[in-house]
């Protein structure tokens, strides 16, 4: 220890008590600047100054006093700063650092407008009506509304569309993206971590950073992440005259299983396409043929607010090392998907990878990420269960 500068009473007695509290390596130097300022205060005060003409009996006797009177001093002075010999140091407590965290970069909040907002709206083409009939709006975010669509044939011979081998085929798709809203970048990654994060991010559909919302048609709903329906065209038809009604859902969530959505506007549309009237034949190109798109402006009441973005919850997941070193020795893509979705009940991210496992049962390797504030809750290796788990 360096002592700049003298000291005075208040700062010997701030060093002695620290030294007290624990034992310090420069007692010697603080006990040597004690002694020098007892000493140089007994110089500046001379008790009984030399006078000309005393005797020296009475110089003596003053000499004698004034050393006693010096002595007192000093085991006065001592007596209020060194402290007792047999008190034992208190612990220092250690201020253990928390696991970190993730703090929400706060996103503009968009402002419901007032009054009542439109629930229906159609369009028409080419002898066809398509009318998409929403349940509410706006539309509460975490909780699940409804959309009606119909498709009336208002020709006079034979509507006739493509669709996928669903059982219940989807003739109008439903969804929209939230305006002025996105998904925030994450940080920086490298190596596998970084390809991990880029095909997570791909396969969610938020690369681009596009929050979407869309409905689940009736026949799927209750099916826990993606679903599908084979890679075949079938042909559906519909009689003059004649309409056909479905319903899909949205549930609460944006995109698939990514967590509620803030609040804002969605330009949401009701698509039909791939058709043609039977008495023009099939186009060459489907592609190019014309669509009927039907839109409608829907709110989103956004009431969960705080949730750390798809991108931030796999930056918090890629900071448990278990999980890196198994994406560092996987040929990633290969027989393995990566998993992102949000558990709106325990609010929590699940991050990780699931392993085909080569004919035998799937394993998936999971990080639990605290939903607010981004910490690492628990690591878990599992058998993943399709039924039950779904499709990531």
């Known amino acids: 220890m360096v002592l700049r500068g003298p000291l005075d009473d208040d700062g010997l007695r701030f060093h002695l008590a620290r030294r007290a509290d624990a034992a310090r390596p420069d007692d010697v130097a603080l006990r040597a600047t004690i002694a020098s300022r007892i000493a140089g205060q007994t110089r500046r005060n001379r008790w009984f100054p030399p006078r000309g003409g005393r005797p020296p009996v009475l110089t003596l006797a003053a000499g004698l006093l004034a050393v006693v009177f010096a002595l007192i001093t000093v085991v006065v002075r001592l007596a209020h700063v060194t402290p007792p010999v047999a008190q034992t140091p208190v612990p220092t407590a250690v201020v253990q650092s928390p696991s970190p965290r993730l703090t929400p970069v706060p996103a503009p909040v968009a402002t419901l407008p007032s009054g009542p907002l439109d629930t229906t709206a159609s369009a028409s083409l080419n002898g066809v009506q398509v009318t998409i009939e929403l349940e509410r709006n706006p539309m509460p ?113 944006a995109g698939t299983l990514l967590g509620p959505p803030p609040t804002g506007q969605v330009a949401l549309v009701g698509s039909f396409r791939d058709f043609w009237r039977r008495s023009g034949g099939e186009p060459t190109d489907l592609y190019t043929a014309p669509a009927i798109e039907v839109p409608l402006t829907v709110w989103i009441d956004g009431r969960v607010q705080g949730i750390i973005h798809p991108g931030e ?71 993943w269960n399709f039924n039950v788990d779904g499709f990531p």
């Open 141 to 253: 975010a975490g909780e699940s509304t409804w959309v009606t669509t119909t498709v009336t044939n208002t020709g006079a011979d034979d509507l006739i569309w493509s669709h996928g081998p669903c059982t219940h085929p989807t003739t109008v798709t439903v969804g929209g993206t939230v305006d002025g809203q996105n998904w925030r970048d994450g940080g920086d990654q490298i190596g596998a971590s970084l390809r991990f994060r880029s095909m997570a991010l791909a396969q969610a559909g938020v690369a681009d950073g596009a929050i979407v919302v869309s409905f689940l048609p009736e026949a799927f709903v209750g099916k826990k992440g993606t679903y599908g329906c084979g890679d075949v065209a079938l042909e559906s038809s519909l009689a003059p005259g004649k309409s056909i009604k479905q319903r899909a859902r949205w549930d609460g969530e």
């Open 313 to 383: 919850a796999i930056d918090a997941a890629l900071r448990d090392q278990r999980l890196v070193a198994i994406l560092e020795t996987r040929d990633l893509g290969n027989a393995n998907i990566p998993v992102l979705r949000y558990d709106p009940v325990a609010a929590v991210w699940e991050v990780g990878l699931l392993e085909d496992n080569y004919g035998g049962e799937p394993q998936v390797h999971l990080v639990i990420v605290d939903g607010h504030t981004g910490e690492i809750r628990q690591f878990v290796e599992r058998t």
